[in-house]
């Protein structure tokens, strides 16, 4: 029986293509920094660093912790004595970032409907931000986590994996004491949404146009469609 549902973020509940947010949010990080680093270096130890994260499996630390033992010492400084000028960037130039998100009206929908089924929510996605990062995207979906008491929302600094390993979905059922077929996930990345879930045995929708083709691999998502393709279904009792 359904108990719990897994929301991707980006490119799921809000319209993000990562191929112009990740440029944008880069440059103007860096930019921010620039009068302590050079843009380059800074990007290059940020990617570095990002790298190391992703191959967190699960048994180390947490990313935040793997991140900041690359990033920090690459900088030559200590995480204290830069935190103040990171905590300005994402309170005063981050948010210049929403306009590059299309905010889905079935977002709101689907939540909604979630809590009033009495589903654990879960907003699963990759966990390489940090939370403010996360919550104000989350913001921008309209689905805000000063109204939904999500039970779990997944960052860098509570996670020990990311979308690369099915230990990133293990650590999920662990926090929200479920099986995984007592989950679905509902993500647009089929490497991260789809293929990883699968050998833990959590069913995935994917969300992807209708017609568009498959990855040859042992995956097979319960449903394929668009945000709004999906809403109809669950409409539908798709999920009954």
Request: hydrophobic share 45%; glycine share 6%.
């Given at each position: ?11 799921t ?11 944008a949010?880069?440059g ?11 843009p380059?270096?800074?990007?290059d130890?940020l ?5 190391a994260?992703d ?5 180390g ?11 920090f ?6 995480r ?14 981050f ?9 889905r ?7 909604e409907?979630?809590?009033a ?6 907003i699963?996605t ?6 403010t990062?996360?919550?104000?995207r ?14 779990l ?10 979308k ?16 995984p ?60």
């Amino acid at each position: 029986m359904l108990q719990a549902i897994l929301f991707d973020l980006d490119d799921t509940l809000i319209g993000n293509s990562m191929d112009t947010f990740i440029p944008a949010y880069l440059g103007a990080l860096s930019q921010h920094v620039s009068h302590k680093f050079s843009p380059q270096l800074f990007i290059d130890e940020l990617r570095r660093a990002t790298a190391a994260m992703d191959a967190n499996d699960g048994t180390g630390p947490t990313n935040k912790e793997t991140f900041d033992a690359v990033f920090f010492p690459a900088l030559g400084h200590e995480r204290a004595a830069l935190e103040p000028l990171f905590d300005q960037f994402y309170a005063e130039e981050f948010p210049k970032l929403r306009p590059l998100m299309q905010q889905r009206p079935e977002a709101r929908s689907l939540v909604e409907w979630a809590f009033a089924r009495g589903l654990q929510v879960v907003i699963a996605t990759n966990a390489i931000f940090p939370r403010t990062a996360i919550e104000q995207r989350i913001d921008w979906a309209g689905v805000p986590v000063t109204e939904f008491d999500y039970a779990l929302v997944t960052t860098y600094e509570n996670m020990h994996a990311t979308k690369s390993h099915t230990a990133y979905y293990c650590e999920i059922l662990d926090r929200i004491g479920r099986q995984p077929d007592e989950c679905v996930m509902i993500g647009d990345n089929w490497d991260w949404d789809v293929a990883r879930t699968a050998p833990v045995g959590i069913p995935a929708y994917w969300i992807a146009e209708p017609g568009q083709a498959r990855p040859a691999d042992d995956a097979t998502p319960i449903g394929q469609g668009t945000l709004a393709d999906f809403w109809a279904w669950v409409e539908s009792g798709g999920l009954a």
